[in-house]
């Protein structure tokens, strides 16, 4: 709590929020990487979104929902929720690396990077080139580059990836 009056609460995704309502609800990474690999696990968490979440808002009018997450998933929460309301929702990608086909939204938070690097200390070249190398390109687009990758196995040639913008303009 604090003195005038508010408080924090938290719970889980699939957890329980009964009769609690808030100003602003913030969901931080509600799906985690292993659980975006079942498609089951993904349409709960969006189930879970549409049931639970959207029924806490104290004030539907102007109560928001913040969310913060990586691209797990083509479904993911974020996917979901940016093809249910794209028109409402102000949505920010900021890429761990970025070129001319891999842009950050807005376009001006491209001022921000350096050496088309979002942060030069904590994801220099070298560590997201280990992290690919750990990680595997599918994993790394959608985690690192926030690229919407369809699960087909998790195979493909980088140098193919359709970026959302892309995939927006074809259509």
Request: proline fraction near 4%; charged fraction near 25%; aromatic fraction near 8%.
């Amino acid at each position: 709590g604090n003195s005038i009056g508010g408080f924090r609460y938290a719970t889980s995704t699939g957890g329980t929020i009964g009769g609690i309502h808030a100003h602003f609800v913030n969901l931080d990474d509600p799906l985690n990487p292993v659980d975006a690999l079942s498609d089951v696990m993904v349409r709960n968490a969006n189930e879970w979104l549409d049931n639970v979440i959207y029924s806490r808002k104290v004030d539907n009018d102007v109560s928001v929902v913040i969310l913060v997450m990586q691209r797990l998933h083509e479904n993911d929460i974020t996917g979901y929720m940016l093809s249910k309301n794209a028109g409402k929702i102000k949505h920010i990608c900021l890429p761990a690396e970025i070129d001319e086909k891999n842009l950050p939204k807005p376009l001006e938070l491209q001022k921000y990077y350096v050496y088309g690097l979002l942060d030069t200390q904590r994801l220099s070249n070298e560590i997201l080139e280990q992290k690919r190398k750990e990680m595997g390109d599918y994993a790394y687009a959608m985690q690192y580059l926030q690229t919407i990758v369809p699960k087909s196995g998790g195979f493909f040639n980088v140098e193919k990836l359709i970026t959302a913008d892309t995939f927006n303009e074809s259509n």
